[in-house]
Structures are given as structure tokens and as C-alpha cells.
């Protein structure tokens, strides 16, 4: 509903910002490799959970379980 996709919409857009802030960082020469690491392992998580959601919602309902 309406607040699955508020929240999806915060995970993205909280997503985004970090990405936003890697690139700014790298123009300034101060990216740390952690920085980047938590970058990418929070990405991976928001594609997980959508898997999970998709699957959830989306598969499972159009299956009739």
C-alpha cells in the first residue's frame, strides 16, 4: 500500500543521497574504502528486500497463495 511505498521510496532515496555523497567525496579526494563498502552493502540490502517484497506481494498473490 501507500506506506510500503513511502517506505521504499525513503530506502531509495536514503540510497541515492549516500551515492551522491561518494561522488562528491571522490571529487574532493576523501573517499575511504569503508565509506564505499557501506555504500554498496546498503544498495545490496534495498535489492534484497525488494526481492523479498516482490515475491511476497507481487508473485505470491498473483499465484492465489
Do not use: C, N, P
Not at 14 to 33: K, N, P, Y
Amino acid at each position: 500500500g501507500d506506506e510500503q511505498d513511502r517506505s521504499k521510496a525513503e530506502r531509495v532515496t536514503f540510497g541515492i543521497i549516500m551515492l551522491l555523497a561518494l561522488i562528491g567525496m571522490s571529487f574532493s579526494q576523501r573517499v575511504e574504502a569503508e565509506a564505499v563498502e557501506v555504500a554498496g552493502l546498503y544498495w545490496h540490502f534495498v535489492d534484497v528486500v525488494w526481492i523479498v517484497i516482490f515475491t511476497l506481494v507481487f508473485l505470491l498473490t498473483e499465484a492465489g497463495v
